[in-house]
């Protein structure tokens, strides 16, 4: 992808911020589930479980600001990583026969 490629996603995903947030909550409950079914499995109750998942988790709104910031930094560095590689391609590299 060329950098306009990557300005037109990254704008779309402001916008749809919605749905990915929604597709976040989803992913974040399905954690939640398995993994305090995984405590109830080692001999955990249900809500001491549902209450070491939480306090190992901390905040879902701190972790989803983790997971925006990812993604932002990963976009960013495939951005300078592409540039730098197609910079590279362009310089001139003289050959001896």
């Keep these: 992808m060329n950098w306009f490629t990557n300005l037109i996603v990254g704008l779309k995903s402001l916008f749809a911020k919605e749905r990915v947030e929604g597709e976040l909550d989803e992913e974040l409950e399905g954690y939640l589930e398995a993994s305090a079914a995984h405590k109830q499995n080692i001999g955990m109750s249900p809500e001491a479980a549902q209450r070491a998942v939480l306090l190992e988790l901390g905040s879902r709104y701190s ?35």
Excluded: C, E
């Excluded at 930094?73 to 050959?95: A, C, E, H, N």
């Design 63 to 97: 972790v989803k600001d983790q997971v925006w910031r990812l993604l932002f930094f990963t976009s960013s560095l495939r951005m300078v990583q592409k540039w730098f590689i197609k910079k590279l391609d362009s310089v001139y590299v003289p050959q001896y026969a």
